[in-house]
């Protein structure tokens, strides 16, 4: 009875823990969106906001990484989401993040800190691709 009980407050100090880093992972991400992208809407719930796939085609198309931004709808309907997020696919394949469909209905369903864990893969993937560019310009201008 002991060890159950034991287990049981270790497992609740984890989940915490875990919640805990997933509440400061999204508060991180939306300052990104908000203060930095500053996207065509002000995120208050990534779940929300991000459910038909539009808003991450609109940072995709800040950072150049997509050309076809006019091929996104900003709907809720779900041919629009598959829509948008077939695209998606696409750019993000390019950026060595996988999209796996059980993530994408998860998304689409508004499933909690799934949409937040792509945020994060997304701005990092960007993040490493602006040092490499400003890595190619420096040697390029030869300061």
């Known amino acids: 009875m002991i ?3 034991y287990k049981l ?3 609740n100090k984890l989940l915490k823990n875990i919640t805990k880093n997933i509440i400061i992972m999204a508060n991180l991400i ?3 969106l908000n203060n930095e992208i500053k996207l065509s809407k002000k995120i208050h719930i990534i779940e929300e ?3 038909n796939g ?3 085609g609109e940072i995709m198309s800040k950072y150049n990484q997509i050309n076809n931004f006019s091929e996104y709808r900003n709907k809720e309907d ?3 989401k598959i829509n948008n997020f077939k695209l998606i696919e696409k750019a993000f394949r390019e950026l060595s993040i996988k999209l796996e469909r059980a993530k994408l209905e998860d998304i689409i369903n508004k ?3 799934i949409a937040t864990r792509y945020l994060y893969q997304l701005k990092m993937a960007l993040s490493k691709k602006e040092i490499y560019f400003d890595t190619i310009m420096i040697k390029k201008c030869k300061f």
């Open 54 to 56: 539009f808003l991450f």
């Open 30 to 32: 939306i300052n990104w």
């Open 111 to 113: 499933k909690r800190g």
């Open 3 to 5: 060890i159950r009980i």
């Open 78 to 80: 779900l041919n629009s």
């Open 9 to 11: 407050i270790n497992s």
């Open 49 to 51: 906001d991000f459910a």
